[in-house]
Structures are given as structure tokens and as C-alpha cells.
């Protein structure tokens, strides 16, 4: 009877509170600007659209017929990470990671925002430590290995090796060429620091949740693959969601098409293909 009870309850409010909704438009008016004044931490906007238009004028309007339409600012969620890790043998480093929500990227650098590549096919194939041995060692070496110098890298049994291999391989993270192995990635990039290269400033702005893109990677993927890829000395002291504000620039084509570039707003540099998705 008490289940029934809040059951029958929880439909009563539900169907109060759609009642209220519809029928009040001051209630929706007074919600959107509650969520409208919502703060949230982004990366600040150095260029205007304006700035980055007149920039790049000639290369997107090849000419008179070609015009631009009202740009729009959108932002992209980031993990920003305050880590710790072994920098050397007698030496810790500390600093802080930019991991792209929506495409499962490392930042390397805010200036170029040159990214990693390799690692969002790791999250989305469930990568752990033991594949990262063996990704790492490959990595280090040039990208491809033969089984007898992973083996003598590694140090493990054989038995050890041939399922970490078997493990990496059911998850297209290598492929085995004879009695060699190789990276499955195409310019794999995941040599890197585990540390952001960023000077810019880090400012709360309230903004519209419209506004904002929505993720395709949970903070808790990022984490665990940055632990699994980084190393037991590798730790994160601290966590928090911030977001890269991004331009879309829209020219009309002669024919009434449309072609859309991004830019961020950040470095006024063009954004690569991975940041176009919505």
C-alpha cells in the first residue's frame, strides 16, 4: 500500500506540474532565464567573429557573390584535470590536462591546440593498463614491434604476453603482421606529457544551456583512460567541466548552399574536422 501510495503520488505531480507548464507561460519564461543565468567555466573569447571574418575573408568569400550570414558561438565541453605525475626519476611534475569531451582528445597546446590521436579509440574500446603496455612500448619504438623485442621489453612470461597481445588485437588496437605488431591507428600521436601547455585565462561566464554541445564521453572514460595510459605515479588531484568557446562562420553560396567553418574563439585559429559534430 505505501508503494502505491508514492506511485500515485509521484503521477499526481507529474501531472499537476505538466498541467502548470502548459498552461502558464510566466512558469516557462521564469525557467529558461533560471537555466539562462546558470554560470559555467570557459575558456575566455580573445577573438570577436567579426575579427576572425575580416581574417579570413578572402579564403572564405571567393567573391562578390559570396556572403556571410550571422556567425554563432557555441561551446564545447572539456575535463580540465589538475594532475600530478613522474616527470623524472627524482623529479614530480604537476600541471594541468585539457580532455575534449566530445571527441576523447588530449589538448597538447591552448596556443595551436594541437591534440593527441589514438586515444579516443582507446576509450571507446575499453583500453585498460595491461593494453597500454603494450600501446605504450609500441609507441615508444616507433609504432611496430616484433614479439621477440616486446617480449624482452616487457620482461613478462609468455603466457603473460600472448594474452595482454590477444587482448589488444580483439580490440583493434594492433594488428598483427607475421611475427610483428603494429599500432591500428593512423598517425597515432600518444607519446605525450601528461600535461597541457595553456596560458590563457580560465573565466566563469554565464551562458544559455542551448549553447553548449553536448558530450559524447563521460568524465569518468577520460579519467580512467588517462590513468590507465599515464602510469601508476600518474594522479588527479582535482577535476572540473570548463568549455571552448567556438565560432561557426556561415557563408551563402551563389546557389543559395551553405558551407560552415569553426573557428575557435580562443586562438582565432580554424578548428579540424573532429569539432564540426553537434
Not at 582528445?105 to 596556443?111: D, Q, R
Not at 616507433?142 to 623485442?149: A, I, K, P, V, Y
Not at 612470461?157 to 605488431?181: A, F, P
Request: with cysteine.
Amino acid at each position: 500500500m505505501r508503494l502505491l501510495s508514492i506511485v500515485t503520488s509521484f503521477i499526481f505531480i507529474i501531472f499537476i506540474g505538466s498541467w502548470i507548464w502548459f498552461n502558464y507561460p510566466e512558469v516557462r519564461v521564469y525557467t529558461y532565464d533560471f537555466i539562462s543565468r546558470r554560470k559555467f567555466n570557459t575558456l575566455e573569447v580573445r577573438y570577436s567573429a567579426e575579427n576572425i571574418m575580416e581574417a579570413h575573408r578572402k579564403e572564405l568569400l571567393k567573391d562578390g557573390s559570396h556572403s556571410f550570414l550571422e556567425p554563432d558561438l557555441k561551446f564545447h565541453p572539456y575535463l580540465l584535470m589538475e594532475v600530478k605525475y613522474n616527470r623524472t626519476q627524482d623529479k614530480t611534475g604537476e600541471g594541468i590536462i585539457l580532455w575534449s569531451l566530445t571527441d576523447g582528445e588530449m589538448v597538447i597546446n591552448t596556443s595551436t591546440w594541437d591534440m593527441s590521436h589514438g586515444f579516443k579509440d582507446c576509450i571507446r574500446a575499453g583500453a585498460d593498463k595491461d593494453d597500454f603496455k603494450i600501446i605504450n612500448t609500441l609507441v615508444s619504438r616507433g609504432g611496430s614491434l616484433d614479439r621477440e623485442t616486446l617480449s624482452k621489453i616487457l620482461n613478462v612470461d609468455n603466457d603473460t604476453l600472448d594474452q595482454w597481445l590477444e587482448n589488444c588485437r580483439r580490440k583493434n588496437l594492433i594488428v598483427q603482421n607475421g611475427n610483428s605488431y603494429r599500432l591500428h591507428f593512423q598517425n597515432p600521436k600518444m607519446q605525450v606529457i601528461p600535461e597541457t601547455k595553456i596560458d590563457q585565462s580560465i573565466v566563469s561566464k554565464a551562458g544559455r544551456y542551448a549553447a553548449r554541445i553536448t558530450k559524447k564521453f563521460r568524465a569518468s572514460q577520460i579519467e580512467g583512460l588517462a590513468r590507465s595510459a599515464f602510469g601508476n605515479d600518474f594522479a588527479i588531484r582535482k577535476k572540473t567541466e570548463i568549455f571552448l568557446p567556438v565560432y561557426s562562420i556561415v557563408v551563402q553560396n551563389p546557389d543559395g548552399s551553405l558551407m560552415t567553418t569553426y573557428f575557435n574563439a580562443l586562438n582565432g585559429k580554424k578548428l579540424s574536422q573532429s569539432h564540426h559534430i553537434e
